[in-house]
């Protein structure tokens, strides 16, 4: 769409601009730049929304005044992108085990975050092999098949490399006999760990590297559905609850399926820094990363385990609009109720009243704009807070912390 065929009176300025942009799932926030000529006075206002369009000296008249009827705010930036340079890295192989009945996910999602990072240059070489020595297929628990494994006991690791133990199908984590038949996997697995490569396991595959003996005495986690069965035929493992995943002394341990993935994130900001990990994420379009602190049931999930169909919309309306003031009677036009009725439905099914249930949303979205180093004064406006200082009180009365304590 072109509001003008005329040629603008502005200089052709080759400008970076780097916004703010609304997207949907609980008010998060992503960074979007653009780089075109325009006057830079055009694009002083303030915006809540822009939707990203090439911009020619032809059409950029209509998209400023676009931007402008909307407020949106752009920073002026010369910043250019950042590179990095991966020349005097040391390369890595990460070792990926294929167990039979392996789950797709488990194994798939960190694998694929380390090809991403391998195409943006970094020195890492994946490699597949069996639980079983010289076999080169496996089968997952979604029949999907795997050909050409290579041999665990071919693979010459080295200090620094990682080897991922994802989830399997459950009756095997019981199976005397399946233990028995991957006894020389596990002594391999051992004495990769003493060489100080690191393991990791994702969901169950904890079991293997339980079965194996590296979890005595050292922190875990896995799915959990799975926690109390770790517990009891590992006493001697130290078995976290509602964690995403645990680190101790090289062993790693995820709470499964995509929490695998948030692990395989932190692992490369351990290697090559927290700007590449966020670059890694963007590209496979993470926009909420995870950290060992978070849970493995987020708030924007918890509490949503009933059947009440109206409470829902008023979950997932709240859970998006946590910076609008709203009152019952306006939540409960939504559903088309009184204020009274939706008070007394809202706490009969969830058992938590709406003001509660609002704050754990304004905290948990509150922590995570704090961990990617927003600003405080931003962080109380996403959430719907007046000021700084309620978001302090919130925060400490919630999570006894202060936004200092959880700024990196």
């Known amino acids: 769409m072109i509001a003008s065929s005329q040629p603008m009176a502005v200089q052709p300025n080759p400008t970076i601009f780097e916004g703010r942009q609304a997207t949907e799932g609980h008010g998060s926030l992503l960074k ?19 939707r990203p369009s090439p911009v020619t000296r032809r059409n950029a008249l ?12 752009f920073k002026n930036s010369m910043r250019t992108p950042v590179k990095f340079d991966f020349s005097q890295t040391p390369p890595v192989t990460a070792v990926f085990v294929i167990p039979p009945r392996v789950h797709l996910l488990d194994m798939s999602g960190p694998a694929h975050i380390f090809y991403e990072a391998s195409d943006f240059g970094v020195p890492i070489r994946l490699a597949f092999t069996s639980t079983y020595a010289r076999v080169s297929e496996e089968t997952s628990s979604s ?27 459950s009756h095997y984590l019981t199976d005397t006999a399946f233990y028995d038949s991957i006894q020389p996997f596990l002594a391999w697995l051992v004495h990769q760990h003493a060489k100080g490569v690191k393991v990791c396991s994702v969901c169950t595959g904890a079991f293997l590297v339980a079965e194996a003996g590296l979890l005595d005495h050292r922190q875990t986690t896995t799915h959990w559905k799975f926690q109390q069965l770790l517990k009891d035929r590992y006493a001697n493992a130290e078995v976290l609850t509602n964690r995403l995943f645990v680190f101790q002394e090289g062993i790693y341990s995820s709470a499964g399926v995509t929490s695998g993935i948030d692990m395989a994130l932190f692992m490369l900001e351990e290697l090559y820094g927290s700007n590449f990990a966020a670059r890694v994420a963007r590209e496979v379009v993470i926009y909420m990363r995870r950290g060992v602190e978070d849970p493995q049931l987020s708030i924007f999930l918890q509490y949503r385990n009933h059947l009440e169909d109206r409470v829902h919309k008023i979950q997932e309306w709240l859970s998006h ?13 939504r559903i088309h109720t009184s204020g009274r009725n939706l008070t007394r439905l809202f706490k009969d099914t969830t058992g938590i009243t709406i003001g509660q249930y609002v704050e754990k949303l304004r905290v ?13 004064e931003t962080v109380a406006r996403s959430c719907g807070l007046q000021s700084t200082n309620q978001l302090r009180s919130l925060l400490r ?6 936004p200092s304590d959880v700024m990196s």
């Open 32 to 50: 979007v730049k653009y780089a075109f000529p325009v006057d830079r006075r055009a694009w002083s206002k303030h915006a809540k929304y822009f």
């Open 364 to 376: 948990e979205h509150a922590l995570h704009l704090l961990r990617e180093n927003e600003k405080v």
């Open 62 to 73: 209509y998209w400023s005044s676009q931007i402008q009827q909307l407020g949106f705010t």
């Open 321 to 333: 609009n946590l910076d609008k003031k709203h009152t019952a009677d306006q939540l409960a036009e």
């Open 397 to 402: 009365k919630h999570a006894g912390l202060l």
């Open 143 to 169: 029949g999907l098949a795997f050909a050409h494994l290579e041999s665990f006991e071919g693979l010459e690791l080295q200090e620094g490399d990682l080897i991922f133990v994802p989830g399997l199908e």
